[in-house]
């Protein structure tokens, strides 16, 4: 399926669905790493609406920009579920060339930046410079990431579905990490008090 023919002769619904039709063509091998890829980001919004959960069934309030935090990674949980499906099927081979890389590198600064600010909670004298850093890195690597797709685009045509996926999973990505960097920085209200009601 080329990508300019689903442009011009599709809408937007449409052209959503024959992007997904595509992991009718998952392999064996495309499943497993969908799968984990999948769970890797999904235990992530899982432990945040568990955390936060138990907070508020004990009484706790968090202030409003927490919400922001699973919200965003929803956001960015659901429209990377999209874009991995295009990645494991029409740009496969674009990946091969130097895009999956990339998206290695953002994986790996993106889950460490979030390991950091955790960290950060008992321990932010040695952890707060690096998850900075961290957050620069995701971001760089994310800008490095959108300028090969964007080569890809002018190259061989546009593909909306691949790019709304992206801004949404950017937008996603900057309203859970800066909220939640923002919620270290006031001291991580509300999250002593959620320690003390949990069950282990």
């Known amino acids: ?3 300019d023919q689903v442009i011009t002769r599709l809408s937007p619904f449409k052209e959503a669905k024959a992007y997904v039709s595509n992991i009718r063509n998952f392999g064996s091998e495309d ?5 984990t890829y999948m769970a890797l980001i999904s235990s992530l919004l899982v432990g945040i609406c568990a955390f936060l959960y138990v907070g508020v069934a004990n009484g706790v309030k968090f202030p409003g920009y927490v919400w922001f935090i699973p919200g965003g990674t929803a956001l960015f949980v659901v429209s990377l ?3 991995d499906i295009g990645h494991r099927t029409l740009y496969k081979e674009d990946l091969k ?5 990339v998206h290695q590198m ?6 460490t930046s979030v390991m950091a600010l955790c960290l950060c909670y008992e321990h932010a004298e040695t952890f707060a410079v690096p998850a900075i850093g961290l957050i620069a890195l995701s971001f760089f690597y994310s800008a490095v990431d959108e300028a090969l797709h964007w080569y890809r685009y002018l190259k061989n045509g546009l593909d909306r579905i691949e790019m709304w996926s992206h801004f949404t999973a950017i937008t996603g990505h900057v309203l859970m990490i800066s909220c939640w960097w923002h919620w270290y920085s006031q001291g991580y209200p509300g999250v002593s008090e959620t320690l003390s009601n949990l069950p282990f």
């Open 1 to 3: 399926m080329a990508v």
């Open 31 to 35: 499943w497993i790493r969908y799968g």
């Open 81 to 83: 579920a999209f874009d």
């Open 97 to 101: 060339a130097g895009e999956g890389h």
């Open 106 to 111: 953002i994986i790996i600064t993106a889950v």
